[in-house]
């Protein structure tokens, strides 16, 4: 796997990532942080993997807790 993140802003960040083996895919996206202290992210973007007809999308809405 091999894995690119561009941080646009303070709260943006462009994603790429390849796969190689069987899989063989790619995926990209971006993650926005949002929140008073950017404690919530947004991660979303499409997964096209190779040779398959089938097509994806990832949404992931996480919070970062401290402990």
């Given amino acids: 796997m091999l894995g690119f993140e561009y941080a646009a802003t303070e709260r943006l960040?462009?994603?790429?990532?390849?796969?190689?083996?069987?899989?063989?895919?790619?995926?990209?996206?971006f993650n926005l942080t949002?929140?008073?202290?950017?404690?919530?992210?947004?991660?979303?973007?499409?997964?096209h993997e190779n040779g398959s007809a089938n097509k994806s999308v990832y949404i992931n809405l996480g919070r970062e807790f401290a402990f």
Wanted: net charge negative; charged share 25%.
């Fill in 34 to 47: 949002f929140g008073e202290n950017k404690e919530w992210g947004l991660m979303v973007g499409p997964i």
């Fill in 13 to 29: 960040t462009l994603m790429a990532d390849w796969m190689s083996g069987d899989e063989r895919g790619c995926s990209y996206g």
